[in-house]
């Protein structure tokens, strides 16, 4: 797994904080950001070719995460009518305090990069304008000069 990190010192939420974000190294076809794990991984439940025992591995780490980890209610910073129809340019990121989220997130990828899948884990405290928070996760727009894959 390659790892990069975005060093920009402005505007971060906290000093302290510190962002992660695991992804494929291949572009969402909406958003235009590398894509992020679980759409990998729900591409290898689709595949017929995945055998039963990795379907039930990906099942339950994907489980895991429906029960562990809040579904977000944004992705854009408008709150104008109709905001949940706009496009959503919020790339979410796993707070590094959420030790048990990222393990998980690694057995994840080490069961998609026994695929062939490239991943990639960037590290940030500068992830844009954060228009939703939970205790593990963030999801933040991202500020025009900040790394975004």
């Known amino acids: ?3 990069k990190e975005d060093t920009h010192s402005a505007d971060k939420p906290n000093s302290a904080d510190v962002f992660l974000r695991f992804v494929i190294q291949r572009n969402h076809p909406e958003s235009g950001v590398f894509l992020g794990v679980f759409g990998a991984a729900y591409e290898l439940l689709d595949d017929n070719t995945t055998p039963h025992w990795d379907n039930e591995r990906i099942t339950a780490l994907l489980c895991w995460f429906g029960e562990n980890l809040a579904r977000p209610t944004r ?4 709150k104008s009518k109709g ?4 496009s959503a340019k919020g790339i979410s990121w796993l707070k590094s305090s959420a030790q048990d989220h990222i393990s998980k ?5 080490t069961l998609l ?3 062939g899948h490239v991943t ?3 590290r940030t405290q500068r992830p844009g ?4 928070e939970d205790e593990y996760q963030i ?3 991202p500020f025009s000069d900040t790394f975004q894959s």
């Not at 992705?75 to 408008?78: K, L, P």
């Not at 997130?105 to 990828?109: F, K, Q, S, Y």
């Not at 304008?129 to 939703?132: D, G, L, P, Q, S």
């Open 120 to 122: 990639e884990q960037i």
């Open 139 to 141: 999801v933040a727009e």
């Open 113 to 115: 990069e026994s695929y």
């Open 129 to 132: 304008y954060i228009v939703y």
């Open 1 to 3: 797994m390659v790892s």
């Open 83 to 86: 905001h949940y129809h706009r």
């Open 105 to 109: 997130m690694r057995e994840l990828i």
């Open 75 to 78: 992705f854009n910073r408008t």
